[in-house]
């Protein structure tokens, strides 16, 4: 099986490299061998920790989960029975000794309950962030940076073209739309995890106290947000609502719902979506997006480069996305850089 060094890119090997031959590339994805385990597998084990509960990250069927009790909540609630056999929370902060490697989970600031994975074994310090940003969100713990030697990032917006705008001023573009067309509904695409909770958040932040009308397919993880203590003011559902009663209102909806007959239910809607991909106007046109709202959950370029400079690691892996621009970024940086280009992970919004 090929160990991390043979992944490597000849860009930057003239930086001398770390030997973590305790931690290797396998096809269901990173497996610590001393621990026997492995971060976010593609595929079913027996031993898995998980750094957060998107579908991509936290797949069915595994013998063992270690996670936070929000991810565990999480992944209880959307794959039921066939989750995992047995689940272990820990809290943030909380260092687990695992087959002689020192676990703990410290928060990503990505959704309710995500994780970067620190791994501590013979004197070297390992992150696997997972997912992350770094913009405050109030659904979810913040981005805890952790000095390390080797930081394992995400690339899912990594070229310099990705430089979100702030959420707030793309949640007030919503507001002003629904201001300048009160006799229509605005529909905004949302995904189910994370990025609704976080748009309702963001409205309310605003002072915007209306109802906010869900799609039912939101309606679950929206409850179990509230359960874990994150409120969000009235957010009705929008079956059963008449038609006349949702102009001048914001329904949201996953995005694949602007496309289905469920849409004509709505009056002369504007089809809105938040998603950080919405900074590609052709994403939004193809999606037949109206009003696009930069809103995202991963970090944008400006926050991956920060978060390096901050970790300060004598190593990034990069486990998928746009790596070339980062690894070029960090070879002028002078940090030895690496794609791991681990497979199964999605673009996700
Ligand atoms: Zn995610
Ligand atoms: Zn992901």
Avoid at 7 to 17: F, K, L, M, T, V
Avoid at 303 to 310: F, K, N, Q, S
């Amino acid at each position: 099986m090929p160990s991390f060094t043979a992944a490597s890119r000849d860009e930057n090997s003239h930086i001398p490299r770390m030997d973590v031959d305790w931690l290797k590339v396998v096809p269901r994805g990173l497996y610590c061998v001393p621990g026997d385990f492995y971060v976010d597998p593609a595929g079913a084990v027996d031993r898995a920790v998980v750094t957060h509960g998107h579908g991509d990250h936290a797949r069915p069927g595994h013998g063992s989960v270690l996670a936070t009790a929000g991810t565990i909540a999480i992944m209880r609630q959307r794959l039921g029975t066939a989750a995992a056999a047995s689940f272990q929370a820990t809290a943030y902060g909380e260092t687990i000794d695992i087959g002689g490697v020192a676990v703990t989970l410290v928060p990503a600031g990505h959704i309710l309950g995500s994780a970067q994975i620190v791994l501590e074994h013979r004197g070297t310090r390992v992150v696997v962030s997972g997912d992350y940003k770094r913009r405050l969100d109030p659904t979810c713990a913040p981005f805890a940076p952790q000095s390390c030697d080797v930081f394992i990032t995400e690339a899912t917006f990594g070229l310099p073209v990705f430089r979100h705008p702030d959420d707030r001023g793309e949640i007030g573009r919503l507001l002003r739309s629904l201001a300048l067309f009160p006799e229509r509904c605005h529909l905004v695409g949302v995904y189910a995890l994370g990025k609704c909770q976080r748009v309702l958040s963001l409205l309310r932040q605003q002072g915007y106290d209306e109802p906010v009308f869900l799609h039912g397919a939101l309606m679950p993880l929206v409850r179990l947000y509230e359960e874990l203590g994150v409120a969000f003011g009235p957010v009705p559902a929008a079956a059963g609502v008449a038609r006349e009663a949702l102009r001048g209102r914001i329904v949201l909806a996953p995005p694949s719902a602007a496309s289905e007959p469920w849409v004509r239910r709505l009056p002369d809607p504007v089809v809105a979506m938040a998603s950080g991909w919405m900074r590609v106007r052709q994403r939004a046109k193809q999606r037949g997006v109206e009003l696009p709202l930069v809103i995202s959950d991963h970090a944008d370029w400006d926050e991956l480069t920060a978060t390096i400079a901050e970790c300060a690691p004598g190593e990034v892996w990069v486990t998928h996305g746009a790596e070339d621009a980062l690894l070029r970024h960090c070879a002028l940086s002078g940090v030895a850089a690496r794609a791991l280009s681990l497979v199964g992970f999605e673009d996700e919004e």
